[in-house]
């Protein structure tokens, strides 16, 4: 079960991490920082540079987290705060398939990695060498989802906030 662990941590969490290194550093084809401050602009996330900035970091920390399996439910909870933000601000109503631009991909994303966390690290893990449970308790990886879902909410409700009058100016 370890080794099936450790494989699944690496794909996932090194593909999920490749996926925020595309939005960070514009890796791999990625759009990078300026794009996606000018993608976030357009769904009126705000501010659009550090939602941008948010959304690679969660994906690109998220992801590693979970492939060294270090930090409990941490790196899950990162990545269900980013995939579930996309899924209310990009993808709802949209059905869901991802070929209709649906929430397939972030829900699989969400669901891949609370099955890793759930199932915990397994011994081939950084938490385990260190003898650590920090965070990996159900109570724990609970109210990290808990939390996670919060701040999605409040992530996808700001864009709908009315704009100041000096950013009205601004534009």
């Known amino acids: ?85 996309a899924i209310f601000t990009v993808h709802w109503g949209k059905g869901f398939f991802v070929t209709g631009n649906g929430w397939e991909l972030p829900g699989t994303y969400i669901a891949g990695a609370l099955a890793i966390d759930f199932a915990g690290f397994g011994v081939y893990s950084i938490d385990k060498a260190l003898g650590w449970s920090i965070l990996g308790s159900d109570t724990d990886r609970w109210i990290i989802l808990g939390i996670a879902v919060v701040i999605a909410i409040i992530n996808s409700s700001l864009r709908f906030l009315p704009r100041s009058a000096s950013a009205s100016v601004a534009k």
């Open 1 to 85: 079960m370890s080794i099936a662990l450790l494989i699944a941590r690496l794909i996932f969490g090194l593909g999920l991490a490749a996926h925020g290194a595309q939005k960070l550093f514009g890796s791999f084809g990625g759009p990078g920082p300026k794009g996606m401050e000018g993608f976030m602009a357009s769904m009126n996330m705000r501010p659009p540079m550090l939602m941008g900035l948010a959304a690679g970091l969660g994906e690109f920390g998220g992801g590693l987290l979970i492939a060294l399996g270090f930090l409990g439910g941490v790196g899950p909870g990162l990545l269900a705060v980013v995939m579930l933000t």
